[in-house]
């Protein structure tokens, strides 16, 4: 079984640009979960999407956005990027809701690195 | 909000040694799970635990979930390199800060 497949894996962009990162998730897992990690902050969670739903959403700007698709792949968009964006952006999938009783263990990809100059 | 508290922060040890690292909370938690990190790789996960006073055992690697469900405690047995990573404790979708794990040779 293929696993999370996260693209770009790395990508440079200056300041007010917007970036797009892409996430597909295990098959047949129908919830995608975004997490931002940086070494001040650790991992923080950006949002989660199960059945294109936007079903939770972590304390981040509304430049923050993401969605899913029928397929269940998900994009996150960043909008005027800035500096503190400089993350490790990481996707995770699960069978379930993200962290529920049954089918929520989460299965990472690995992660898409951003650099804003 | 719940807040996952790990500790200690960062961890060096020899080879051979064993250890524990700490995931608290002033909250119940529902679930908690354990993920390593290695460098370069996104988090993989370890164990869920659900029940209060459950332990569930994985080679070396011991985890117990306090009995009222507001702490759990990862213990390695003669820790290897290969142990070597980040061990984060996850729930609601909130992640602990981590535990940075070094073994060395």
């Known amino acids: 079984k293929a696993g999370v497949t996260q693209t770009p894996r790395y990508l440079i962009k200056t300041r007010g640009q917007q970036v797009t990162l892409s996430c597909s998730p295990i098959?047949?897992?129908?919830?995608v979960s975004w997490y931002q990690q940086t070494p001040g902050q650790g991992l923080q969670f950006l949002f989660e999407y199960f059945s294109e739903t936007q079903r939770n959403k972590g304390n981040f700007p509304g430049r923050f956005s993401g969605r899913q698709f029928s397929n269940s792949r998900s994009e996150m968009n960043v909008s005027t990027l800035e500096l503190g964006d400089s993350a490790l952006y990481l996707c995770?999938?699960?069978?379930?809701?993200?962290?529920?009783?049954?089918?929520?263990?989460?299965?990472f990809g690995e992660g898409s690195r951003l650099t804003v100059l | 909000t719940q807040l996952l508290e790990q500790s200690p922060q960062f961890l060096s040890i020899q080879e051979g040694e064993n250890l524990t690292v700490y995931c608290n909370s002033s909250?119940?938690?529902?679930?908690l799970q354990w993920y390593r990190q290695e460098p370069g790789e996104g988090p993989v996960l370890l164990v869920t635990?659900?029940?209060?006073?459950e332990v569930k055992k994985l080679k070396r690697l011991t985890f117990q979930f306090g009995d009222a469900r507001k702490d759990s405690s990862l213990h390695i047995t003669a820790a290897q390199p290969g142990d070597t990573g980040l061990y984060l404790c996850h729930n609601d979708m909130r992640f602990g800060a981590g535990t940075r794990l070094t073994v060395k040779p």
């Open positions: 098959s047949g897992h129908r919830s």
């Open positions: 995770a999938s699960s069978l379930g809701l993200a962290g529920g009783h049954v089918g929520g263990e989460l299965f």
């Open positions: 909250s119940v938690f529902s679930s």
């Open positions: 635990v659900v029940t209060g006073g």
